[in-house]
């Protein structure tokens, strides 16, 4: 397995398989335009974990890189889609991770000139989590590409008032 960490955190370890109190797996369509949904979808579990706004941008904007990537640079899962994973852990980090069903190549971040209108996403990963990888599935059918946030908590959602008229 061959992991890459942002250059200022090499100490973290790549990814255990663990059940968190707050988890969730989805998969969404093999096209460009899941990105969008993906980024609904985070923002929903992340308020109900209570994660504070800006965590989750900076988590929309990375976790849209990585389905973005999955979906125009490899190919879907044998099921036709991409799977999303998203945990945060009980000492506050936020983990989320993109799998597709490209085994040949791990991620690593392209040194576009300054005229190239694309491959600067995983330089942006890099450049704002805490730690990013990317690492072959054991049964060789595609990879995953991940990230972490620190995502201390933030204030508990506002209480609807069921009264209200």
């Not at 707050?22 to 369509?29: D, F, G, N, R, Y």
């Not at 890189?65 to 099921?79: D, G, K, S």
């Not at 491959?119 to 730690?131: D, K």
């Amino acid at each position: 397995m061959t992991t890459h960490h942002h250059p200022t955190d090499a100490s973290v370890a790549p990814f255990v398989p663990a059940t968190y109190p707050h988890e969730v797996t989805w998969s969404l369509p093999h096209h460009p335009r899941s990105a969008g949904n993906a980024r609904a979808q985070l923002r929903e579990h992340t308020h109900i974990w209570h994660v504070g706004d800006e965590v989750t941008t900076t988590a929309q904007l990375l976790l849209s890189e990585l389905v973005t990537n999955a979906c125009r640079h490899a190919r879907p899962l044998p099921h036709g889609r991409v799977t999303v994973r998203c945990a945060l852990s009980p000492t506050g980090t936020l983990r989320v991770e993109v799998t597709d069903g490209y085994p040949v190549e791990l991620a690593r971040p392209r040194h576009p000139s300054p005229t190239d209108i694309s491959g600067r996403g995983l330089a942006l990963v890099a450049s704002l989590a805490n730690a990013w990888g990317s690492q072959l599935l054991p049964d060789t059918t595609g990879k995953i590409v991940w990230f972490e946030l620190a995502a201390p908590p933030g204030p508990p959602p506002a209480r609807q008032d069921a009264r209200k008229p």
